[in-house]
């Protein structure tokens, strides 16, 4: 049976692919985006075309840094559809630089979105799948969380990392709602979405000027050999086809990583979700594993 899902971040990537990908596995999909009748327009037509020729799909205002949209987005994908089963959230901005020249502003505006945002949505949609007792909340990780990171991505990599500490609470505090949890850890896709393309730069360039001197070209050279190790069958879809599957899915699971060039995220969230396990059954908290 078709599911009623909301996905923030919509307009584009991988919240685009996952919107169609759903929409034809047979679910009711609302496409979270932020000025659907400004610069997201074209996208809404897009989807309107898509959705009249294929499957069942509708665009919703949704800005993730606004509790009022957040509230009337939910509001209005219930009204319409009766209830809701599914959110994901995809939501996220990039940086690139050195850290030190992104001001203090720079960083909470970021975390505004890749952490608060979800938060903000959360609080719009979890009352009423905790009132039904069941749902699914599924997270759009990144594998920089925990695998090889390299630098001038720090404010992004500190807000996925937060995020991804916040959905593992949140885990434990839904399961006994009947509400899972599933978060998908993408690992660097260079091709396919405008993640890199659109990332955002330091508002103090004096001081990221001066990291040139010794850290000369360091973005384009990580780009290029981010882009070299990323296999040839690489394909941004694989992101959207993980988030059908689990949500397709009787038993879905807390993690699934999607990493073509293997950064080593998976090996070490093993270990970290196994000791977590291991010590919410030390403090008698099983049932939450």
């Known amino acids: 049976m078709g599911?009623?899902?909301?996905?923030?971040?919509?307009?584009?990537?991988?919240?685009?692919?996952?919107?169609?990908?759903?929409?034809?596995?047979?679910?009711?999909?609302?496409?979270?985006?932020?000025?659907?009748?400004g610069r997201n327009s074209a996208a809404v037509s897009d989807l309107r075309a898509f959705g009249a020729a294929n499957a069942e799909v509708h665009a919703v205002e949704l800005d993730v840094q606004?509790?009022?949209?957040?509230?009337?987005?939910?509001?209005?994908?219930?009204?319409?559809?009766?209830?809701?089963?599914?959110?994901?959230?995809?939501?996220?901005h990039m940086v690139t630089g050195p850290a030190e020249a992104f001001?203090?502003?720079?960083?909470?505006?970021?975390?505004?979105?890749?952490?608060l945002g979800t938060?903000?949505?959360?609080?719009?949609?979890?009352?009423?799948?905790?009132?039904?007792?069941?749902?699914?909340?599924?997270?759009?990780?990144?594998s920089s969380t925990r695998?090889?990171?390299?630098?001038?991505l720090a404010p992004y990599f500190a807000a996925k990392a937060a995020m991804d500490a916040v959905a593992v609470s949140y885990r434990a505090e839904l399961l006994r709602f009947g509400i899972e949890t599933t978060i998908v850890v993408p690992g660097a896709f260079t091709h396919g979405t405008n993640h890199f393309a659109h990332s955002g730069t330091p508002a103090d360039t004096a001081r990221a000027a001066e990291y040139e001197e010794l850290?000369?070209?360091?973005?384009?050279?990580?780009?290029?050999?981010?882009?070299?190790?990323e296999p040839s069958w690489a394909d941004v879809g694989a992101v959207a086809d993980a988030i059908v599957d689990v949500v397709g899915s009787a038993r879905p699971p807390f993690r699934v990583h999607v990493d073509p060039s293997s950064d080593g995220a998976e090996?070490?969230?093993?270990?970290?979700?196994?000791?977590?396990?291991?010590?919410?059954?030390?403090?008698?908290?099983?049932?939450?594993i």
Do not use: C
């Not at 209005?76 to 599914?86: P, R």
């Open 119 to 142: 938060q903000r949505v959360n609080r719009a949609a979890l009352p009423h799948l905790r009132g039904r007792r069941s749902g699914h909340v599924v997270w759009v990780g990144s």
């Open 66 to 92: 606004s509790q009022e949209s957040a509230d009337a987005a939910i509001a209005t994908v219930i009204a319409e559809q009766g209830h809701l089963d599914v959110v994901v959230h995809n939501a996220g």
């Open 103 to 115: 001001t203090p502003e720079q960083y909470a505006a970021l975390y505004d979105v890749n952490v």
């Open 147 to 152: 695998g090889g990171t390299p630098p001038y």
């Open 3 to 37: 599911k009623v899902i909301v996905v923030t971040g919509a307009s584009s990537g991988f919240g685009a692919l996952a919107v169609r990908r759903l929409a034809l596995a047979g679910h009711t999909v609302y496409a979270g985006m932020r000025e659907t009748a």
């Open 267 to 288: 090996v070490v969230n093993a270990v970290a979700d196994r000791v977590r396990g291991e010590f919410l059954r030390r403090v008698e908290l099983a049932d939450l």
């Open 215 to 229: 850290y000369p070209g360091l973005m384009d050279q990580v780009g290029n050999r981010l882009a070299e190790l």
